[in-house]
């Protein structure tokens, strides 16, 4: 026993005093300390719970937000769709021949077609100018004008599309937004409004078929915050105002993307629709959640977790408590005993050495796991180097990048740009090569702009796109796929086999190619090569990826910036031209095509007038060397159909057999594409302006709109040249017909004066008869020209009265037959008591002006008939003659000012050309419609229809403008 305490009383103490202390430390144990020390290790575990809540919070609200944007996109679309289709609907009827003449039973018929295929509209219908419904889809019960109605108000204002809030139907008492389109005539005044109103309830059984999170809700609501679609209740609260004043005061001054959270725990996204081009509403789309079905699935998640930890942590703690005394406190003890027991000598520290190496297993395991400790933090060292290697290759990377931008800023001319971005990538990227290469569509192949570094690779480098090995490599692949395509080893990689050798020579182990975009489309690639296999990785691909982007971006700046010059000396050439027009039309069409060469990239510029189905050359110009002119005279039917299509404009290629036939000129100077496009007058094509490239491309969207204000442009000199032809035209009749008269009436008068003494009664009696005719005749053609000037300066308007037809039509046969004697009249009606609510007066005026026309253009021994029918809502006047008819082309002309269907030069038949045109005028007063058909059998059909629907209801008489023998106000 006294050998064995003897090295612990060497060692000056008590093995009890020192087990407290070496285990104790300053008072406090080593258990306790472990269990504290455990405490602390688990703590971070809650603490990361409570993280793990605000995360899942924060994903759920963030989830929240991320459907209501795809909920409210899809609920934009398609409230777009049904406000565009309103607008296409409104726009397709304005189109309609049935408006733009008036003929209101097929424009009712043509309504209610469309109604039927589109249930969405409650109703559509066309308003004139004072707001009263002139007809519509569903007929209504009595009279009905909107005139107070705030959107029409607007549309005759605006005089363009516009959308109202909500409303209540006075038709249908349905619920609905209204879509009021005015339609114009020549002169800019509003003729008729359009409407087309879009029931609500429609678009609430639409949008209730979305399939919405739980506890959500939408509703679109107009400017002033009334509710239009709400996918729940939509009966309950359309056409009221947002209940939830919080949500109400924020839809007033919110933007599209807002949110708002309520006091009342909800959280509501914003959404905004403006109709594009209209006098619209803003319409407000709102989608709804309740905070708790937000964030009630983290919370619940959240709790089952601190429970489930809690427990988990209580019995880890417990086992830990065990475990750690059983294999860790008690071996320690052991060995601070055997410490304790043991002197300075060698042979105990030999025996502490083999406890610790071997003799206790427990203490054998903590050293092994201090090694793997030293282990592990040496492998931490070589990741250390690793990743500040790696910070230090991204810092140049990222340096690169700033430089790129700094370049991208300060540069103005692309070469220099392209140069400097491949020097910078070089210099401070770390990489030996970089360059810049452009697709070359029609070769199929890759031209190098721009490169720094070992350039003598890019000497030889031939590089496909769409066919062969030479296409497959990393650029070929960028250029079609439009993605960054890595090669990690050329030595390997097969295909790099065309250019493999090569690149190995210059020290290239792994490339990058990166597409470069332009206006949309893959322009180019962007390629490096460094010197390390395996040198991208995915933060460094990004990077250079970032920098692509923004040189594609800068080099659109610079497209946008030459176009932005171009686009002004273009402007600057159009109005020194247009400031430089003359009073020549011809001579003003000739330099509108030079400057057309001049502002769009074409070779040859034609200008092609149509005449009846023929287009002739009116006008050439072109920057061709020994290029002359040649006349052409193209099928009017192919150059509508090839060239004019749909909206007037195209660009095509020029390799079909049928226009090279047509146009000589395109084969022999080898024209590959052209622009076509239609001068219109007065909504008629009456030339299409050409525009020939050499070289197979398409015109530019800039350049198309540049032809149609050229075409625009030769619109107005064909206007004014076809003006100043009518008025020659007309002065050229005017005095061949007042000249006759006047000759007959001096050489009468000087033969009476000469010889009046030895002339028979007989031949006296024929003189005077021949005088008097050439004075009647001078008095209708005076008397028209007064009609013309009346019209023209005072308009007319109708006093329409109940009127006996027979009547009327009687009274003018009466009338004509005293200056065609001898002429046959015959005429027909349904009932000898038909009666139409008309003017009397200007009715009985259309029919001389066409029972006049009839028997100037038919032979004496033919009889000129008159028939009158009521046909659908209308009263019909017909007058057909057996003259040798009108052709189809001239058969809307001829109610034109001054027109004939005789050249002025051959006119024969006596008249100003201003009977019809009058007679249109005085049908249009009164709301009706006039035409000309061929007669079966030879000859022309007449037709006049007056609208009696309307004015049977009671349309007030109003003064008229004084015809003939009236006076003049």
Known sequence: MDEVESPVKAMGGNTKAKNEISLGGQGLGLKPRVMMALI????????????????????????ARQSAKSILSIIVERYRDQLELAGETLFLISRAEEVKTGRWNRVRALLKEIHLDRPQFDDLGVLDPKGNLLVSAVPPPSPLNVADREYFKRALSTRRLVVSGFLESRLTGNRIIMFALPVTDEFGAVKMVLVAPLNLDFLNRMFSELDLPRGCEVMVTDADGVVLIHQTSGKDVVGREVKDEELKNHLKKSKAGSELRTSGGKIYFLAQLEYPNVGANVFHLVLGYREEDIFGPARSDFIRNLIVLSLVTLTVFLFAIIYLDRTVLRPLKRLVEVVERTGEELPEREQVRELVSGGFGEIKTLGKSFMEMLERISAREVERDRALERAERLGRFYAMLSSTNRAIVHSRDESELLLLICKTVVEEGGFLLAWVGRLEEREGRVEVLAGHGAIGYLSSLNIKVWEGEE??????????????????????????????????????????????????????????????????????????????????????????????????????????????????????????????????????????????????LV????????????????????????????NGMVSESLGKEELMAQDPDIERWGLKSLLGFPVFIRGDIQGVLCLYRKEEREFSRDEVDLAGMLAKTISVEEERWEHEESIRDFLEIASHELRHPITVLKGYSLTLLKHGDRLAKEEIEEIFREISSSADRMD??????LDLGRVERLGVNPAREKVRVEELVRGAVEETSERHRGREFRFQMESEELTGWLDPRMTKQILIFLLDNACKFSPPETPVEVSVAYREGELQFSVLDRGRGIPEWDRERIFERFYQVEEVIHHSTPGLGLGLYLAKRLVE?????????????????????????????????????????????
Not at 780 to 785: A, F, G, T, Y
Not at 935 to 947: D, H, I, K
């Open 619 to 646: 006008a050439v110009s072109s920057v061709m060397d020994g290029y002359s002119p040649t006349d052409q005279v193209m099928d009017a039917s192919l150059v509508e159909s090839r060239l004019l299509w749909h």
């Open 471 to 616: 296409s497959r490599g990393p650029t070929g692949t960028a250029l079609r796929e439009g993605r960054p395509v890595v090669c990690h080893d050329i030595a390997t990689d097969p295909l790099m086999a065309p250019w493999r050798e090569r690149a190995l020579a210059f020290g290239f182990r792994s490339s990058c190619a990166l597409p470069l975009r332009r206006k949309g489309r893959v322009w180019g690639t962007l390629n490096v090569y460094s010197a390390q296999p395996g040198y991208f990785n995915e933060e460094e691909i990004a990077i250079l990826e970032e920098m692509a982007e923004d040189l594609s971006y800068a080099l659109g700046a610079l497209d946008e910036e030459e176009a932005r010059k171009r686009g002004e000396e273009n402007l600057r050439l159009m109005v020194q031209t247009l400031l430089n027009l003359g009073p020549e039309p011809t001579s003003n069409v000739e330099m509108i095509l030079d400057l057309s060469l001049k502002v769009i990239d074409a070779s040859l510029a034609k200008y092609l007038r149509r005449k009846n189905d023929r287009y002739s």
């Open 925 to 969: 007063a009164q709301g009706g419609r006039i035409w000309c058909l061929p007669r079966e059998g030879g000859g022309s059909v007449f037709t006049f229809a007056l609208p009696q629907e309307a004015a049977a209801k009671g349309m007030e008489q109003q003064k008229t403008v004084p015809l003939r023998d009236q006076e003049t106000p």
């Open 40 to 63: 602390i290790a688990l703590t971070p575990f809650f603490l990361l719970l409570e993280l793990y809540l605000l995360e899942r919070k924060a994903e759920a609200e963030d989830a």
């Open 780 to 785: 209708v053609q005076l008397r028209d020209l």
